[in-house]
């Protein structure tokens, strides 16, 4: 288990930038994908960007060239960097294993304004 917690949501505009944490409760060394997801309202929650133990790096179509993951597996930790953010990545962002296998977390909300 995993037990991830989310954080560095918020409010920003059209093409401003955000950084978002998960913090793993147990190791993720071993966890070979680990993968960031998102939830918008009425729509069914979706991977946006994934990472293997050896830095394979796989994004959703919407996403790519503008997020950017990456991992820490000394600290337990999975990032999402996000660039040039639209309207429609406004969504609840979670992260997990890929499969899902962990518990989901709280999310932490991304909201965009046009």
């Known amino acids: 288990q995993v037990q991830p917690v989310e954080s560095g949501g918020g409010l920003v505009q059209a093409g401003g930038s955000l950084r978002l944490s998960c913090a793993a409760s147990?190791?993720?060394?071993?966890?070979?994908?680990m993968a960031w997801y998102r939830q918008a309202p009425g729509r069914q929650r979706e991977s946006v960007a994934d990472?293997?133990?050896?830095?394979?790096?796989n994004y959703a179509d919407s996403v790519k060239g503008r997020f950017t993951i990456a991992r820490d597996n000394a600290k337990n930790m999975l990032y999402l960097q996000m660039n040039s953010l639209q309207p429609e990545d406004t969504a609840v962002y979670y992260c997990?294993?890929?499969?899902?296998?962990?518990?989901w977390g709280q999310g932490t909300q991304v909201t965009v304004s046009s």
């Open positions: 997990n294993t890929k499969p899902p296998f962990s518990s």
């Open positions: 147990g190791s993720i060394s071993n966890i070979r994908t």
């Open positions: 990472i293997t133990t050896r830095g394979i790096r």
